[in-house]
Antibody, heavy 112, light 110 residues
């Protein structure tokens, strides 16, 4: 059974940094591209970032480009999202997603 | 950027009756590989999104056959042949031909 378990969400001040993790199990992690998707409170879904199975290709939404970095450690079956220069508008539940499977999400709150 | 527009914003459904949701993209989602990269998701209250349909019309494993997807190019439809109480939630379409973009969502209530 595919399982994706996010962690690392927290309350952080504007301008701060946070690293999210997503532990994957139940499938051959290196064979799958992965994504981060976020959902602001009461809002819809917003794609954030993509990484290929090898980690060699990454893409970002314009809203996070230059501030967020996606990465993966295939030896640990773990996906990461390094978030820097956080803004109030980054407040959201962050999901890791394989498109056919999603984690339960982790809440990031950016507030002073 | 590709814009995905869903209608209606909300839908009050009657159990046992059909329901449909429209999704329009600002550009064709037909790839040169012949596939059309349009997906449908359902986010039930308090849950993560779950995949219903991939590539316009392929039902994901375990998805009831009352759900069907159709369309081509820029116009797509998700149909529920007979709505059940468990179908409540927010439905999203998503394009995957150029990065990814979600529609704004359609809230289905009974």
């Amino acid at each position: 059974e595919v399982q994706l378990l996010e962690s690392g969400g927290d309350l952080v001040q504007p301008g701060g940094s946070l690293r999210l993790s997503c532990a994957a199990s139940g499938f051959t992690f290196t064979n799958y591209a992965m994504n981060w998707v976020r959902q602001a409170p009461g809002k819809g879904l917003e794609w954030v970032s993509f990484i290929s199975g090898s980690g060699g290709t990454t893409y970002y939404a314009d809203s996070v480009k230059g501030r967020f970095t996606i990465s993966r450690d295939n030896s640990k079956n773990t996906l990461y999202l390094q978030m820097n220069s956080l803004r109030v508008e980054d407040t959201a539940v962050y999901y890791c997603a394989r498109w056919d499977s999603w984690g339960q999400g982790t809440l990031v709150t950016v507030s002073s | 950027d590709i814009v995905m527009t869903q209608t209606p914003l909300s839908l009050s459904a009657t159990p046992g009756q059909p329901a449909s949701i429209s999704c329009k993209s600002s550009q064709s989602l037909l790839h040169s590989d012949g596939k059309t990269y349009l997906y449908w998701y359902l986010q039930k209250p308090g849950q993560s999104p779950q995949l219903l349909i991939s590539e316009v019309s392929s039902r994901f494993s375990g998805v009831p056959d009352r759900f069907s997807g159709s369309g081509s190019g820029t116009d797509f439809t998700l149909k529920i042949s007979r709505v059940e109480a468990e179908d409540v939630g927010v439905y999203y379409c998503m394009q995957a031909i150029h990065l990814n973009t979600f529609g704004g969502g359609t809230k289905v209530e009974i």
